[in-house]
């Protein structure tokens, strides 16, 4: 049973920073297609960033958090990482880390049925 856990989760200024993690004990994220959901309350999860796990560590990010959120992975400790950046009221939500079972990622497309693994998710809090 592959675990995907995240943390960093937490409430922040607008306007602020945020840094959310996720690690795996069974799953070395880095050599995966691993990426980040969100889910605001009353709405779809959409797709927000994810990497791919080929070594070249191509990132894709939804349009609504370009120049805001930045992608990374510590290979060596196996975690990911999520930036957040200028956080906005509209940027609130649970945030899961998923991962799919190759190391390519599906450009272009944030379908979670391309992702076979999810974590429980994060929570983050934007006050005005």
């Known amino acids: 049973q592959v675990q995907l856990v995240e943390s960093g989760g937490g409430t922040v200024q607008a306007g602020g920073s945020l840094t959310l993690s996720c690690t795996s004990s069974?799953?070395?994220?880095?050599?995966?297609?691993i990426g980040w959901f969100r889910q605001a309350p009353g709405k779809g999860r959409e797709g927000v960033a994810m990497?791919?796990?080929?070594?070249?560590?191509?990132?894709t990010y939804t349009d609504s958090v370009k120049g805001r959120f930045t992608i990374s992975k510590d290979n060596g400790n196996n975690i990911l990482y999520l930036h957040m950046s200028s956080l906005k009221p509209e940027d609130p939500a649970m945030y899961y880390c998923?991962?799919?079972?190759?190391?390519?990622?599906?450009?272009?497309?944030?379908?979670?049925?391309?992702?076979?693994?999810w974590g429980q998710g994060t929570q983050v809090t934007v006050s005005s």
């Open positions: 069974r799953y070395r994220l880095g050599s995966f297609c």
């Open positions: 990497i791919d796990g080929l070594g070249i560590d191509t990132t």
């Open positions: 998923a991962a799919r079972e190759f190391s390519d990622c599906i450009v272009g497309s944030w379908s979670e049925r391309h992702f076979r693994y």
